[in-house]
């Protein structure tokens, strides 16, 4: 029903996450109604991403450069490395300003499940690196499942020869949950991880 043009829009925008018929439909008409100069910039922005965007030869964040920001900044902390599972999370814990360490971002977690296996999420440049760094301490920074926990023990199994501090952020049940909605592997976590009340 729609001319072709738009239907064509609303089909890309189904391409994004999250992103039904009916949002695709609204985006897409919200598109026809910004100004040229806008378009402009909206198409020139995705295609500059593309063109521009890859990962840091160092830690595999995204980044512009050869580098990225974090491995060319010389006052980090460079004895200790937080792995996270992809590049949003290093961006989230930098807006919060409370960690200064150095990151390595892997691609994804190990799934059998889905056909992910340790060779698929660039364990052997993690492992280099380490290697290579001299790191005190690895954090693991991962999500609270079972993927994530069978990537930080697969890991963890790999480094025990060598002395270096192997953490995990601390996670339990959230403020404000209702203890009956809150499932079983985040209730093991926080009976394990339970702290002295000071």
């Known amino acids: 029903m729609y ?13 994004l996450p999250g992103i039904g018929e009916k949002t695709a439909e609204r985006l897409a008409f919200s598109v026809l109604e910004l100004e040229e100069e806008q378009t402009t910039f909206f198409a020139d922005s995705i295609q500059e991403v593309k063109s521009k965007i890859h990962k840091c030869k160092n830690c595999n964040t995204l980044t512009e450069d050869e580098l990225c920001f974090i491995c060319n900044d010389d006052s980090r902390n460079r004895d200790i490395l937080c792995v996270v599972e992809d590049t949003k999370n290093v961006f989230l814990f930098e807006r ?9 971002v892997l691609d994804g977690l190990i799934n059998p499940l889905e056909g992910i296996n340790p060779e698929d999420i660039g364990l052997d440049q993690l492992i280099e690196r380490i290697h290579k760094e001299k790191f005190q301490e690895i954090i693991f920074a991962f999500k609270p499942s079972i993927e994530g926990e069978t990537t930080a023990l697969y890991i963890k199994k790999i480094l025990e020869d060598m002395d270096i501090t ?10 404000g949950a209702d203890m009956e909605y809150v499932d079983s592997l985040t209730l093991e ?9 000071e």
Do not use: Q, W
């Not at 001319?3 to 391409?15: A, Q």
């Not at 919060?96 to 390595?104: A, I, K, R």
């Not at 192997?166 to 403020?175: E, H, Q």
């Open 96 to 104: 919060l300003g409370m960690y200064h360490g150095m990151y390595h």
């Open 3 to 15: 001319p072709d043009s738009i239907k064509s829009l609303i089909e890309c925008f189904k391409f």
């Open 189 to 197: 976590r926080a009976l394990n991880d339970r702290k002295e009340i």
């Open 166 to 175: 192997i953490t995990r952020l601390a996670s339990g049940v959230p403020i």
